[in-house]
């Protein structure tokens, strides 16, 4: 609660006030790479990027930010001259990618956005921010679309790429949760006026980072692959890794082995264009599947980096 804003009240006045007017400052951790985060307010001071990540500038921290709005991809590169970035604000109720070159938190001060709060979804993706307090499973979510067929699938990236796809059987989709501070892409047939997100019914707990891989990079450009086992003659473990990588042999992702055979979803990661270092999948890239010593011939299956499966 804070004053010297006018319409606010200082802690000790608040009593049964009303204090939804009330500007408050929003925390978001960020970790080392590549974040798809977002700000649960909106933002009443100046909400460039270059004042928003000034403290990240100034420690020469930030590396890029984009985003995705109507007119596509937006980019911000502080180093750029200011007239060449196409993002030029940060906007409530969406998300944003942002690289670090090493852990930080970012904050700002804005009105809180409530469940009240809309936000247009366009056809096809979008990049959203989940601004409720409390977090939720993207079936509850999502219910509204998932109930008019409208919801495709949904992304997200914490310690790595997420999938939720409402079709899918629930035990292979990696998105659990929605969490505040975070962002995803969500992929519609059609286009929303006014979406909101509904209350949680449910106490739900934050998502916990999943165990990856160190040894596969995990960019800001990925596709999933899932599916079972049909080996011939070969014994396989439960929980034992199937490895995919390109024919120049980089580790690009990999698929847990489930119960009866499944393949868990996983991310293939692609080539971020912001390095100079090839750290992924090149487009259309054949990928290799390997299991101990057996691996396949590259495939019919090519990386193309649009966040499906």
Partial sequence: LCPPYP???SEEDVGEQDTSECPVSDMVSLSSNWNLMSFDVDIIENNSPAEVFADQIADSNLVY???????GAVFFDPILPPFLNTLTSINPGFGYWVNLDSTDEVSDIGLVLG???????????????YWPENSQAPVDAFAQLINENNLI???GYYNGALFFDPDLLPFLNTLSSLDNGFGYWIKINEAV???????ATTVLARTVPRETNPDIIKTNVFMFVNGSVAFDDIDYTIGDMIYITTEGGLL?????ILEDGYLMT????????TTEAVDGALKDEALIFSYKEYTSEPIDISFNGNMEL
Avoid: K
Avoid at 193 to 199: L, M
Avoid at 252 to 256: A, F, I, L, N, R
């Fill in 115 to 129: 469940l009240e709060y809309t936000i247009t979804l366009q056809e096809d993706w979008n990049l959203v921010g």
């Fill in 266 to 273: 996983g991310p293939v990661y692609g080539d971020d264009l």
């Fill in 193 to 199: 006026e006014g979406f909101q997100y509904p209350a």
């Fill in 65 to 71: 930010i984009t985003g995705y709005d109507v007119d």
């Fill in 7 to 9: 319409e606010c009240l």
């Fill in 153 to 155: 699938g949904v992304t």
């Fill in 252 to 256: 690009v992702g990999e698929m847990e």
